[in-house]
């Protein structure tokens, strides 16, 4: 088992986040609660979780009979540590300042006043530290993007871990889980059971996490399940697709069931739709799985590329029984009418704020530089003035992800709602949403703020 002192941050640490008031100290001593204000300002008190999943981590993290494995640790020492902690009034003042900077940021990009943004992400780079509060850290991720070095540094030093690193984040946080869930829950309460064939296609399969679960539930219903990934440029390809081909084919065979799996071009997809049309005698159930800007993929898609797919899909759902469904852990969608871009701007800096609020409150303060490589990993590709630029350009330009598909939306059933709650009752600063029309939508929520959101239609 992993040495407790491999995680042990280098730099002395006592913290106070105003957003959440819990404090942690050097003795690993914590008093905690969530804060939020409903619609008539008054003070709710909700508990947090206390106990942290050190048996889970460790679990996690445990090293490999290869003895390769080199624990989460990112070398942070040429960064100056803020030692020195102001009183209470100045925080404020400091967090107000940085509110600012920020907002001035998104209004220099909106302008076009390129030298003036530089200008300002350096003095935001001045007030902010990687271990900072969650809106520190997120100015902290923004101001790097003028000189690259220390975040690429970053990014390779996180590199060494990102496989124990992927599968900490996907058990330990809600996000991943949710998503995969619900989207699942979705897919087999549409199919009917007297198809012969489910057949799943996969925008981004990635390692193919999602389908495991699938296989489990489908072995029971069905003769065979389809699964068809569908290939993305060459240079933004990451994972070993036949890898992850025979990790599905050997869970499959352990339930009995037979997998196809395979792997095609967008271009390619009516074609394969046709000829499994006309082998299954129709007998084949098409769901269409879209999951975009989740933090474990670690990589932001375009949304032109997002909308052909979805286009696609429509259109093979005009001639085919089958679903859509959609998994969205981007601001964009929620933002689409935004009168501007400072606004858009805005609301990018609170999401991912919420978002590492969310996580900050899962890792003990020793663990900082653990959490660190998570965001380094899994946020940091997401937080971009670059990206959020191209975002709102295609906004603009009329590319809504859930602008109307002239389908019927799917409710999501209360059964799966009800699962995906009990997976965050042990922090009540999560909340699960049912939304939509008729209720085709769920989202989850950090203190009031949409980090995932699902959608669901059908013809």
Known sequence: MMQQELFESSWPLVYHDMNNNSCWNNNNQVEEYCMEFDDHQSLQVLPMMEDFPMELLEQVFEPQLSGEFEAIYV??????PVLFLPEQDMKIENELGLFHLLKACGEAIEKEQSELKDVILRRIGDRVSPVGKALERVGFILSQQIDTKFIDYLIQESLKNSNPAFKAFCQIFPYVKFAQFTANSAILEATP????????????????????????????????????????????????FEQTKRQLLDHASSYGLELKIQQIGIEDLVSEVKKGKKRGCGKEFLAFNIAVGMSHMRITRSRKLVMEFLNLAKDLLSSNKGIIVLSDGEPSENLKNSTNFTQFFDGHVLHY????????????????EARMTMETLFVAPFVSSSVWSQKWEEIREGFHLKAEFGLKEWRLSNESLMEA????????????????????EASLNWKGVPLVRISAWTN
């Open 353 to 368: 704020q919420a978002l590492l609020d969310s996580i900050e409150s899962t890792f003990p303060a020793h663990l900082s």
């Open 193 to 240: 059971d007297d198809v012969d064939t489910l057949h799943i296609v996969d925008f981004d399969m990635r390692e193919g996490l999602q389908w495991s679960q699938a296989i489990e539930a489908a072995s029971s219903r069905w003769k065979s399940l389809k699964l068809t990934s569908i290939r993305l440029a060459k240079e933004e390809e990451e994972v070993d």
């Open 75 to 80: 070398d942070v020492t040429s960064v100056q």
């Open 421 to 440: 709650k009990e997976m965050v009752s042990d922090n009540n600063c999560y909340e699960i949403r049912s939304e939509g029309v008729n209720g085709n």
